[in-house]
Structures are given as C-alpha cells and as structure tokens.
C-alpha cells in the first residue's frame, strides 16, 4: 500500500488566470507546492501534478518533478485526481493524498500527519475521507477578507469522534450571543483542502452517475457536502494554523512579499 501526493492543476482560473505558472518568487506556483509534497518524504511515497494544461506539465518537468496531462472538461479537482489514478494504473488499496495546487505553504509536517493517519486506519476510517482544518488565528482579523466571516474561507464544524458535520461558506457556527459578531475567531475551525482517501474510495466519489451533484453542494459550491449527504464520512484532522492559499492577485503578491523577504 502506497501513498500518493496527486496535485491538481489548472491553467484556467476566473480571479488568477494561470495561477500555477507564476513566478514572481523565481519559482513557479506549481512548484513551491511540490516542493512542500516532496518535504514530507517517506510519509508520501510519490507526487505528481494532474494538469490540463501542456504548459504547466512542461513547467513540472523542467524542475525535475511528474506530471500526468488529464481532461479539461473536469468538474473538480477531485474528479481530475481520479482520473490521475485511474492513469496511473493505482491500486484500489493505494491511498492519495488531494493536495491543492494553490497551497505553497503547506507545512510539510501537516501532509505526514494525514498519511499517517491513513496508512492504518480503523475499517471505519478506511471507507471514509480525511481532511484536514485549523483554527483561525485570535490575533488574526475578526471581519473581511481572511476572517471567519470571509465567504471565501470554508468553515467546518466537527462531533466529538472527529467527524465533520457540516462545511459553509457562512459563518458556522452562528455566535447568537454577539449578534453574528466574531469576538475570538480562534472559536472558528478553517477547512484545509486537503483530503485523503483511498483509492477505490476516490473512484466511487467521482462516479456522478451514482452520486450526482447535490443540493447543499450545488448551494454553497462545496463538492464535500455531496459526500456527507451521500453517508460517507469525512474525518477531520486539526492541526495548527496554516498560510492561506493562493485565491486572487492580492493573495498572491503577499505570498510574493512573505517568500521574497519584503513584507514589512
């Protein structure tokens, strides 16, 4: 049984067209993440990059690392993934790792704790998802972008064996008490999109001829409410707060800023 880092990659994207080709740092995009894939070494026995696009698969290959050329017509990253495995001939017993291709900060140190925790799990936890989250930062902003109440950043809310419950874009939970006012955004779990699961597992998720899109997943644009409407369990790792990942050009140029040494 092996572990594989796939990292989805499209050239199209409606706020940052190109995205993993940047490369005001001096490296691609694309390749600070792989890099943060490659640091978790034995925990992930292989990375690859699943691309529309030959421009980005040529830009992989000339810093040394795979890619694999899929369809463009995909949904989700999730669906680019399975075809991935499906590509490279994975054993239904394999388990991938879902690694976003806009997370160039990663700590590496998060990825090994999510393939550990896949390498031997309970037979619950085999048929289920696995993911990751963090709680936002008390120093960080109680409002507007970056915040709880950001749309952008998916809230998730989780029981107490470590399952989600639910995933939005609305502030989840709602804090009564304040009026919807975030006092401590700490008391807010941030979803990580990293995900975890085992192949034949992946195979099924992406099958939307027995899982089609969903009600709450067409609603809040989030592919892992079909799941949980569809009985799989998600299990969800905290782990310490992350960087956030590359959305818009503003996040982009204070990733620039943070990689370069410039920022303050």
Request: aromatic letters at 6%; hydrophobic letters at 40%.
């Amino acid at each position: 049984m092996s572990v594989i880092a796939v990292i989805p990659a499209r050239y199209a994207s409606s706020r940052l067209p190109g995205k993993p080709l940047l490369r005001q740092t001096g490296k691609y995009l694309i390749q600070h993440v792989w890099e943060r894939a490659c640091a978790a070494g034995a925990g992930v026995d292989r990375v690859v990059v699943a691309t529309d696009d030959s421009r980005i698969a040529d830009a992989v290959k000339s810093f040394g690392g795979e890619a694999v050329l899929t369809r463009a017509d995909h949904p989700s990253g999730t669906d680019r993934v399975a075809e991935t495995a499906r590509l490279l001939g994975l054993s239904p017993h394999d388990f991938v790792l879902n690694v976003q291709g806009d997370e160039p900060e990663i700590d590496p140190a998060v990825l090994i704790r999510l393939a550990e925790a896949v390498r031997n799990p309970s037979a619950e936890r085999a048929e289920g998802v696995h993911t990751l989250a963090a709680g936002f930062s008390d120093a960080g902003p109680s409002s507007g972008p970056g915040s709880p109440a950001d749309p952008n950043c998916v809230k998730v809310v989780v029981d107490h064996r470590s399952r989600a419950l639910y995933f939005s874009r609305s502030l989840i939970p709602y804090p009564r008490a304040t009026r919807g006012e975030v006092d401590r955004p700490g008391r807010w779990f941030l979803h990580l999109g990293v995900y975890a699961y085992r192949v034949d597992v992946l195979l099924r998720l992406a099958d939307r001829d027995t899982m089609p899109p969903s009600v709450l997943e067409e609603a809040e644009s989030l592919e892992q409410l079909r799941w949980l409407e569809n009985g799989r369990a998600i299990f969800v790792l905290i782990v310490n707060p992350q960087m956030p990942g590359i959305d818009t050009p503003e996040d982009y140029a204070a990733f620039v800023r943070r990689a370069t040494g410039s920022d303050g």
